[in-house]
Antibody
C-alpha cells in the first residue's frame, strides 16, 4: 500500500525558510515523480512543482522560481521541498503527491501546515 | 497558464439525485497525437488530502465507485455523480495536466439538500 508521510507543522517568521519532507513507502520510489501542491486556508489547490525521483529533474511553477527547491534522497525514499523568503501569503497546508500518468496525483501525503507569522 | 473554471461554485442535491459539475479550460487540453484529454478530477473532504477520482477525463481510478463518471473533450468537461450519497459531500476539483504549470479549478462544494 502506498504511503506518503510528511513532516510536522511549522511556524516561521517572515523572511525565513521552511523545509518539508515526504517519506514514501509501499512502492518503488524511483518509479514515480513527486509533486508538491499547497492549499491556503479556505482556498483551492495550487501546484508548486514536480521532481523526478529517477534523475532529479525539476519543473517549478514560475511564481516560485528562485525561492523553491525540491530534492530527493533515494536512500531513504524521501522527497523534500524548501521554500525561502516566506511571507504571510505562504501560510498554507503543503502536500506532496505521487505522480502517475504524466502528472496526475494518485496518492497524497497527509499535509503539513506552515504558518508564517511575525 | 491554462485557467480552469468550474461551475457552479456550490450545489445542493438531494440524496439519490444526480449532481453535475462543469469545468472549462481556457485552451484545449486534448492532445491530438493520442486523442487524450489531459484532465483529472479530485474529491477533497474536510481536513483530508484530495483523492483522485478520474483521469484522461473519463477513466475512473481504481476503487472509485461507478456512480462517479467524467465526460467532455477539448475545453468542456463534466463530473457526474449519478446518485448522490452522504459520503460524497466534499469539494471537487478539476485539474489539467496538458501543460505546465498544472492548474486546478477553484473547486465546487457539493452538499446535501
Amino acid at each position: 500500500q502506498v504511503h506518503l508521510v510528511q513532516s510536522g507543522s511549522e511556524v516561521k517568521k517572515p523572511g525565513a525558510s521552511v523545509k518539508v519532507s515526504c517519506k514514501a513507502s509501499g512502492y518503488s520510489f524511483t518509479s514515480h515523480g513527486i509533486s508538491w501542491v499547497r492549499q491556503a486556508p479556505g482556498q483551492g489547490l495550487e501546484w508548486m512543482g514536480w521532481i523526478s525521483t529517477y534523475n532529479t529533474n525539476t519543473d517549478y511553477a514560475r511564481k516560485f522560481q528562485g525561492r523553491l527547491t525540491m530534492t530527493t534522497d533515494t536512500s531513504t525514499s524521501t522527497a523534500s521541498m524548501e521554500l525561502r523568503s516566506l511571507t504571510s501569503d505562504d501560510s498554507a497546508v503543503y502536500y506532496c503527491a505521487r505522480v502517475v500518468v504524466y502528472e496526475v496525483f494518485d496518492s497524497w501525503g497527509q499535509g503539513t501546515l506552515v504558518t508564517v507569522s511575525s | 497558464d491554462i485557467v480552469m473554471t468550474q461551475s457552479p461554485d456550490s450545489l445542493a442535491v438531494s440524496l439519490g439525485e444526480r449532481a453535475t459539475i462543469n469545468c472549462k479550460s481556457s485552451q484545449s487540453v486534448l492532445y491530438s497525437s493520442n486523442n487524450k484529454n489531459y484532465l483529472a478530477w479530485y474529491q477533497q473532504k474536510p481536513r483530508q488530502p484530495p483523492k483522485l477520482l478520474i483521469y484522461w477525463a473519463s477513466t475512473r481510478q481504481s476503487g472509485v465507485p461507478d456512480r462517479f463518471s467524467g465526460s467532455g473533450s477539448g475545453t468542456d468537461f463534466s463530473l457526474t455523480i449519478s446518485s448522490l450519497q452522504a459520503e460524497d459531500v466534499a469539494v471537487y476539483y478539476c485539474q489539467q495536466y496538458y501543460d505546465s504549470p498544472r492548474t486546478f479549478g477553484q473547486g465546487t462544494k457539493v452538499e446535501i439538500k
